[in-house]
Structure formats: structure tokens, C-alpha cells
T-cell receptor, first 115, second 113 residues
Framework: NAGVMQNPRHLVRRRGQEARLRCSPMKGHSHVYWYRQLPEEGLKFMVYLQKENIIDESGMPKERFSAEFPKEGPSILRIQQVVRGDSAAYFC?????????????FGNGTRLTVT | SQQGEEDPQALSIQEGENATMNCSYKTSINNLQWYRQNSGRGLVHLILIRSNEREKHSGRLRVTLDTSKKSSSLLITASRAADTASYFCATGTRLQGAQKLVFGQGTRLTINP
């Protein structure tokens, strides 16, 4: 019973390149969340998606960032034209239907370094 | 903006002692959850307490929730070196069939052998 799988674990990009972060939720989970964590800080909510729908993207920058969770395949967090300030750990979490009083299950994150 | 504020930011104690971490929040919640994060890893869920509950236990963990004061505490009894980690509280509010979790800044706990 695999948990939340994120890849890659580490990603290095030069300024101006694109970063694509992937997240496969736990089996049977249809809700995906993306969080960003800067060193020595807590997790900041970015976006919440259900299959084929973005439910809440209030924490995601309006420019350069986008997220999707297609009917088939993993959720993708895409950062275009990366800048040094995008360097952070990006965590994905998933939950099941009706899970408003359940824990989230987290992946081990993707550590993005922009050089 | 972040919902949870944790206190202290860092805590260092001797093995065997008890560790207490506090969390305050601002708005109404559905539940409050505590997570643990080891360095370089994802978050692991520890315990969830619903808004109509006041106290919950799980092994060496004890969580309290005071909704009138909008605060929660996590107590780890008889600490071990392996408890060294960062601990985060997160407030859960209902959002379209699931929930939105907002995390605090965390408490870095160090257990000295």
C-alpha cells in the first residue's frame, strides 16, 4: 500500500527554466494538496485540487505557478521561469472523499534548488 | 496568513523529561492536528483532535484543546532521543468535501541523551 509518492526528490534548475513536480496520491485518494516549505519554517498552503478541478488556489502565486490533477496520472505543480526565491521544499499531501476530519498523508517532498 | 502560532520555537530537554509545545490560532476550526517532521522528510501525522473534544491520548502523546482560548498543547512524556524532530500544529477547516489545513511555524525539539 504505497503512500504519497513525489518525484523527483531533488531538482536543480537554472534561473528562467521550468520546474515540474509530480505527485501520486495514495491509492483511492481523490484530494491533493500542495504546500511549500522554506528552510526552518512551517508549511505554507499553495493549492487544493480534486480530480480535474482546482478547489482553492489562494496560496499559489498568480504568475508562473500552475497546478493540475488530471483524470488519469499524477498531480503536477509547474513553475515557469524559475527564480532563486522559488528554491524550497514542495510537499504534496492527499486525502480521501469526505475527509474533513481525517489526517493528510504527506509525501517526502521535492527539494527545488534554483541556481 | 498562517493560522497557528507555536510556542516555543525551539525546545531542548534531557532524555526522560517531558516536552510541552503550545499552539494558538485565530479563527473557528473543525479540528486541530499535530504532525512531526524529521529533517529532510515529509510530515507524519501524530494526532487529531476535533473541535468538540478537549483531550486526546496516543501512547506517550497527550493533546489538549481549549476552543474558548483558541489554543492547544502537545505533551510528550518520557522523551527519547528519537523524538528529536520539528513538531507542527495545523488547524483544519472544512472545504468542499475535504479540508484545508493551515500549519504553524513549528517547534524544533531536541532531546539530549
Amino acid at each position: 500500500n504505497a503512500g504519497v509518492m513525489q518525484n523527483p526528490r531533488h531538482l536543480v534548475r537554472r534561473r528562467g527554466q521550468e520546474a515540474r513536480l509530480r505527485c501520486s496520491p495514495m491509492k483511492g485518494h481523490s484530494h491533493v494538496y500542495w504546500y511549500r516549505q522554506l528552510p526552518e519554517e512551517g508549511l505554507k498552503f499553495m493549492v487544493y485540487l480534486q480530480k480535474e478541478n482546482i478547489i482553492d488556489e489562494s496560496g499559489m502565486p498568480k504568475e508562473r505557478f500552475s497546478a493540475e490533477f488530471p483524470k488519469e496520472g499524477p498531480s503536477i505543480l509547474r513553475i515557469q521561469q524559475v527564480v532563486r526565491g522559488d528554491s524550497a521544499a514542495y510537499f504534496c499531501a492527499s486525502s480521501g472523499q469526505g475527509a474533513y476530519n481525517s489526517p493528510l498523508h504527506f509525501g517526502n517532498g521535492t527539494r527545488l534548488t534554483v541556481t | 496568513s498562517q493560522q497557528g502560532e507555536e510556542d516555543p520555537q525551539a525546545l531542548s530537554i534531557q532524555e526522560g523529561e517531558n516536552a510541552t509545545m503550545n499552539c494558538s490560532y485565530k479563527t473557528s476550526i473543525n479540528n486541530l492536528q499535530w504532525y512531526r517532521q524529521n529533517s529532510g522528510r515529509g510530515l507524519v501525522h501524530l494526532i487529531l483532535i476535533r473541535s468538540n473534544e478537549r483531550e486526546k491520548h496516543s501512547g506517550r502523546l497527550r493533546v489538549t484543546l481549549d476552543t474558548s482560548k483558541k489554543s492547544s498543547s502537545l505533551l510528550i512524556t518520557a522523551s527519547r532521543a528519537a523524538d528529536t524532530a520539528s513538531y507542527f500544529c495545523a488547524t483544519g477547516t472544512r472545504l468542499q468535501g475535504a479540508q484545508k489545513l493551515v500549519f504553524g511555524q513549528g517547534t524544533r525539539l531536541t532531546i539530549n541523551p
